[in-house]
Each structure stands twice: as C-alpha cells, then as structure tokens.
C-alpha cells in the first residue's frame, strides 16, 4: 500500500517537469529555407500554419539573416509575436549556392543536435534561390507550400523515381568515410515547383547531379523498391517509345579478381508491366514482349555503366561498393578503396522480365 501511494505521489512530479505549448501561443514551422547573401550572410525562410476554422491552408513565411543558420530560428523569434519552434517542420530546403559556399556537413550538423527536429525530416536542394520556391504557389490551396513540398517529395519516393532518403538516412551516408550521400534536386520553373534530379554528395560537397532522365535507373541501384516509370525506345524502325513501370526491381553485387585487381558486376533485376506502348502490335505476343525486354535490358544496361564510369570519374560511391569489398577484404583501408575505386573494373548487367502487359482484348 504504502509503494501505490508513492507512485501515485510521483504522477504530479513527472508532469510538472513538463513544458506544455499551446498552437496559439507559438509559430510552428513546418518548412524551413536557407539562401545566402552577401558576406556569408544567411537568410533562413521559416513556413508557419495559421490555425483558424475559416483559414484552411494560410499561412505566412518568417523570414530573418544571421551569419550561422542556427541563429536564424533566434534572430526571427526576436521580430515575431510568438516564438518560432521546429517541432512540427517536414522540409527543409538548402539553396545550392549555400550548400557549395558553407558545405552540408555545416549545414546538418546543427540540424542533428537540435532535439525539436525529427529524425524523418526530408531535406533537399534548391537549384536557384530558396526563396522563389518557399514563395510559390501551392497548386492545391487546402495546404501550405511546406505541406506541399514533403508532399511532393514523398509522392516521388513512394510511387515514383526518388530514392528514399531523409536527415537520419543522409547523416548515415555521410558521416561515413568518404561521406558519400544523395539528396532531392528541387527546381522553380515556368511558376511551377517540381523535382529535378538527385544531388550527389562526396566529403562534404555536391559534386555531380543525377537527372531526372536517370533517376530509375539510380535509384535501382541504390535501394530494392517497387515503383517506378522507365521511358526508352524500341530499337526498330518507328523507334516507338515503350513505357514500363516497375513492379519490383533491385541490385545485387559480386566481388572477384584479386586484391591487386578487383572487380565488381552488379546485376539490375526488374519485374514490370509495360504502362505504355506506341506500337499497334499485340502485345500479347510473346516474341514481342521478348523484344521488349532485350531492348529495355540493352538500354539500362548502356545508361547503367555510363553512370558508373561518372561515380568513378568524381570518386562518388552513392551505392557504397566499399563495404560490399569491404566484406572480401577486411585488411582494406578507406586510402587504398580511394587509389583503387577510379580505375575497377565495374560492369553492370541487367535482367528485364515483363510479368504483365497491362493490356486486355
């Protein structure tokens, strides 16, 4: 009895140590934008909701410049009615001038230790300014533009060509050695937002871009997934354009040669449905489907290695072949990966099966 009453006199103790906030007695971000100006000077854009019955989807952008990014949130606060929290932020969006002048491992790594922030938060690059983005239009006026922004990136990850990747995923990558990682390319265009590629990180800088023409291609690479579109064209005379999505498609990697000469084939599988075809043949047919694939499989396969021959060009390694010749060799040293990793001989292969033709008679 006398251990109940303790307990009991414990629960007022707990939830004093609390600091409960309530929506209208602060600004919560839900998106976050960096640009750098003159001098090193950073402007931080900070998307916060308005919470009203009859408001659905207003919001305003704070905005604020500091020398460092952590001092923005601080610097913006002092101008607003209410303190700017992170708590609820989905986004957050680096200008690529600023990722190239200050270096994203500056840039995350106050990010990582502050505690408000998520482990799930997406992050991306702004080809251009930050600020035309945070500032756009959100086609769907029920949700701000940082609402929309995730939304937008999750939507490539799940059902489309973006490789999975948020601020736990990339810190993961990065804080590696070699630091290679990867984030969403975001483009403002023709008054419209949209997803432009995939930047690739090597020790602390973006090095090289994937377009958006290659991005199945390398997220397949990258990670298992089961989604995707991949557009090529049919090696006949109309050169007619064939559209597969993905139903499942993976890599897996071999290691041989010797330690003086290694070398690594990574095989491609995928299993799709064509979703498109501006042939008027059957496709039904067996022999055109066999078509199909050998065409799809010759045309990854050439746009596969290119790619490779690029990673090894720049020393990126976004498929982490170190640890996978780690595993073969356990004396290997990150000094001897980087001598070797340019000139390896990598070769990849692809195997194309067509499950479903998406088509009925």
């Known amino acids: 009895m006398s251990k109940l009453f303790l307990v009991i006199l414990t629960f007022p103790l707990l939830c004093s140590c609390a600091q409960p906030r309530v929506v209208d007695e602060v600004n919560m971000s839900q998106a976050i934008g960096y ?36 001092d ?13 929290l992170l708590g609820q932020t989905r986004i957050i969006l680096f200008s690529e001038k600023v990722v190239h002048e200050i270096g994203i491992t500056e840039l995350t790594d106050y990010l990582y230790r502050e505690p408000q922030l998520g482990n799930r938060v997406i992050l991306a690059i702004v080809e251009g300014k930050v600020k035309n983005v945070i500032n756009a239009k959100p086609p769907n006026t029920n949700v701000n533009i940082g609402i929309f922004l995730s939304d937008l990136i999750n939507q490539q990850i799940e059902t489309a060509n973006g490789p999975d990747t948020n601020l736990h ?32 990180f090597h020790e602390n800088k973006m090095v090289s871009k994937v377009s958006t023409r290659d ?28 559209v597969v999505e993905s139903i499942r498609s993976g ?3 071999e290691v041989s040669g010797s330690e003086r000469n290694p070398s690594i084939t990574i095989k491609i599988k995928i299993k799709g449905q064509i979703k498109e075809s501006m ?21 990854l396969s ?59 008679e």
């Open 35 to 70: 640009d750098i100006l003159k001098n090193d000077i950073v402007e931080g854009m900070f998307v916060i909701p308005i919470f009203q019955q009859d408001k659905m989807g207003k919001y305003e952008i704070l905005s604020g410049t500091s020398t460092t990014t952590s």
């Open 72 to 84: 923005v949130q601080a610097v913006v606060s002092k101008k607003a009615d209410k303190p700017v």
């Open 169 to 200: 995923i990339f810190l993961g990558d990065s804080l590696e050695d070699g630091g290679d990682s990867y984030l969403p390319l975001i483009k403002f265009i023709n008054n419209e937002v949209t997803v432009s590629g995939v930047g690739l």
């Open 215 to 242: 991005m199945f291609i390398f997220k397949t690479l990258v990670q298992h997934h089961r989604r995707g579109i991949y557009k090529f064209k049919l090696n006949d005379k109309k050169k007619s354009d064939i």
């Open 251 to 253: 890599s897996s990697y």
């Open 279 to 299: 042939r008027s043949d059957n496709l039904t047919n067996r022999k055109m489907i066999k078509k199909i694939e050998q065409d799809m499989e010759a045309d």
């Open 302 to 360: 050439r746009h596969a290695n290119r790619l490779m021959k690029d990673f090894q060009k720049k020393s990126l390694d976004p498929m982490d072949l170190k640890q996978k010749y780690h595993a073969k060799n356990k004396k290997m040293t990150y000094e001897h990966w980087k001598k070797i990793y340019p000139v390896m001989d990598i070769n990849i292969e692809t195997e194309v099966n067509i499950i479903q033709t998406g088509v009925s």
